[in-house]
């Protein structure tokens, strides 16, 4: 983001489609053309190095700090982007930071929640399989249809997953509450279609 231009109560965020390394860069900056002729932003601004006026205060342990938001792309995968945040995080406040007597801590981390939601969907994953392991072991008395059922959860998960990686997808809140409601309908549909089997043999067909 370039930042923001706010006109009354109207807020317009900037997107710049590349990186500016210097103040430079930023007035050589084509914004309009006239008669053929480039308009540069240098031609009706000034532009320097300065800090952005605070519309909040933020404070820690009776504090005032400086915030600062990390917001990754559209598509990019939120465990990679997290992984690589905090490792910058660390080199930052070995590094340089450690110099100025200063630290950055990160307060805020997305990703607690969606490894919270993936052991939630492994847990239920694996729950279900024993129950309905021990279920059909009960009921048909057959540990080889248990065993089939068992099976075939594991093949159609690690199929699910391959297929998401061959697709670009990622694992986020969503695809795992997806993941989540599927292998319960898989279970039951498993359940069903074996009792059909079961009962179908027993009468000899």
Do not use: C
Not at 3 to 11: A, L, N, Q, S, T
Not at 22 to 34: D, F, G, H, K, Y
Not at 115 to 143: A, C, Y
Not at 146 to 168: P, Q, W
């Amino acid at each position: 983001s370039g930042g923001d231009i706010w006109e009354g109560k109207r807020r317009y965020v900037i997107r710049t489609l590349g990186q500016f390394r210097s103040p430079e860069q930023v007035s050589n900056t084509i914004i309009a053309r006239q008669a053929s002729e480039p308009v540069y932003l240098r031609d009706i601004a000034e532009v320097k190095l300065g800090y952005k006026k605070p519309d909040g205060v933020v404070q820690r342990y009776g504090t005032s700090v400086i915030s600062l938001n990390a917001m990754r792309e559209s598509g990019t995968n939120v465990l990679t982007v997290m992984e690589g945040l905090k490792e910058t995080v660390r080199q930052l406040n070995e590094g340089v930071l450690k110099d100025r007597d200063l630290q950055l801590t990160q307060v805020y981390d997305e990703t607690e929640y969606i490894h919270s939601s993936i052991g939630l969907v492994t847990d239920n994953i694996v729950e279900g399989g024993i129950l309905t392991f021990i279920v059909l072991l009960v009921f048909l008395r057959s540990v080889r249809s248990s065993f089939v059922i068992f099976i075939s959860i594991g093949v159609s998960i690690i199929g699910m997953f391959l297929v998401m990686k061959l697709m670009g997808r990622s694992l986020n809140v969503p695809s795992l509450a997806g993941i989540a409601f599927a292998v319960g309908m898989l279970v039951d549909n498993f359940i069903v279609v074996l009792e059909n089997i079961y009962r179908y043999r027993q009468q000899g067909e």
